[in-house]
């Protein structure tokens, strides 16, 4: 079953900011059973799904997702995601506690937990959390790696 | 001209000669686009020298920066080298045919996954980074020469963002590999449009503290030095860009160069399926160097580094001449030139996306038995930023503007911008047929949804 990407929203509290954020929801809910079907590679955000790219381009055209443009400070653009149909679907309680979750953390926290994931579990780096600072340099500093792998104990899906 | 002088570029030349970087003169840097602009039959080889050239340009700009005060601290020489160094070996991974080798490689991979949802594949930037520190090549007894260790040259090609400012020398707007792409591609493709005014755009390029962190995190910056731009440059900097932007419109997403890459890639895959099974490919050598890399863990080094352009041509040339079936049609293709049949959904119905997704599905339905066997799908999403193949453009990749007073600004973010519409994703998707009779059937599928 290939999940509604409204539904989503709607779980997250009605929008989600920026495109990051919502591909490390859905990749990280999935690792949690939510079954999304849409295949995930590594790019250099971390775990990407093109299939999920294409299904909020489709949501948004037959306006069942609203995308609006907004400026970070220094002018760097970033979508933010509302959902415009409403449709019931209720997640099971592990999959609503986990969106609560995530949703407290930024997005770049999210690209370092989904990552930490991916290495350690997909590509099956032993030393993880090297390759992690190794990649992704300073956006592990000041908490943010520690903050995500807090995240994933909280999700139990943290790697030993 | 480019001028080998001091140690440094005595140990480049020595790099040039080893057989690591020789295998790219086999290697076309624009793979089939050379069906198309018969001109473009550079190579990954010419590529890496110039460069190789630019980076040695962009570090003098640091010395230069320093010296005027602009930036905090001392130049670091070490590091500069580092960046040179992999300036040069930033493309030493590449693999055959270039975008439709990873392209084939991810649908093998995705095959392969048994249905996990998870597609690992090794990217050509980790075959660099392996073959830089591989102890049975000379690289790392030639990069010890001038003090600098393989792992120091590979993290640099390997990080996803930089490390520092040295680093923006291999990833970042203003990097040194897209100021050569930029004029060699247009130069040797002879396309008119994307001309850019690189002296003006070189006297202006500036260091400063640039906000890594995810755009809608805002307040929770990650800041690291790289390249800007003056704002008295802030126009080149629009042409720079859009030149990228007509690059990719006019020659990387040309539709008849997107249809070959499909052919080959059909090409790898068929020999992949066969590989994979452990079973002979018609026409193929059983120890074929691609028939070798597609086996289960058939993805060493050792086989990776035996494939270029002219083997795959040479498997191409045996299957069309003593294969059999679907590979066999698809080799005799390739060598004569014979195009794929296609259908651009965005040009059947221009500027209506609803239409477009109508049309889409409904060729999917109708082709679903047949894709990637004799039908092929083509997407691929620009920006102004270039070809979007991931969640967002690298953050190292933004143009940023250093203004009068020195804060930054987002190039596409002035109210003015010209090429701020540029900023939205712009969807090429195509659909490409082995037979006319399905093309015919397809395009009957066009006329019913206009219909309706």
Redesign the interface.
Known sequence: MTVSVPSLISAAGGEI?????L?KLVYLL?QLGLQ??????????G??S?QL??AV??DI??RRVNAETR????????F?FTALTHDSVGFPPKIAAAIEAIQLR???VL?LAATIH?LAF??KVDNWRQELI??????T??G?AEDALQLLRELELAPT | MIVFEDDLDQAVWKLLNTPEIQRLRRIKQLGVSEFIFPSATHTRFAHSIGVFHNARQLVRLFRREFDRGNIDGAYDPHRAKISVLAALLHDVGHGPFSHAFEEAR?SIA?AR?GGS?????RKHESFSAEIIKNRESEIPSILSEVNVSTEEVA?LI??????DMYHAVVSSSFDADRLDYLQRDRYMTGVGAGAIDLPWLLDNVRVAQI????????G?P???YSFCLSHKAREAGEDFLLARYRLFTNVYFHKATRGFEQLVAAFFRNVAVGAEAGQPIAGLDADDSLHRFFQNDGESLKNYLALDDAVVWNSIHAVARSGAGTAQAIARMLLARKRLYCLDIQNCFPDD??MQ?RLKHALDNQFKGTLNGTVFRD?AKLSIYGEI????S?AQK?L?VQLANG????I???SNSVIAQS?T?R?FERYYFVSESDYKSAKETVEKIEQH
């Not at chain 2, 906000?211 to 805002?218: H, I, L, M, R, S």
């Not at chain 2, 193949?389 to 967002?392: A, E, I, T, V, Y």
């Open positions: 900011v920026g495109k990051v954020r591909q999935d999304s079907d849409f295949s995930f590679s590594y790019y250099h955000y775990p990407y093109d790219a294409e381009e489709e055209i037959f400026r970070r400070s220094d002018g760097v653009p970033f933010i930024t997005a770049t690209e991916w997909v590509e190794r990649r992704k340099g300073v956006k500093e000041q943010r | 991810k995705g996954s949802g998870k597609i690992n594949i993290e390997e990080k996803d963002i930089p490390s906000d890594f962190a995810d755009p809608g995190d805002d929770s990650a800041y690291n996306p609803e997704r997407t193949g991931g969640d967002d690298r933004r940023m804060r930054l600004k987002e596409t973010g002035f900023n994703e969807l």
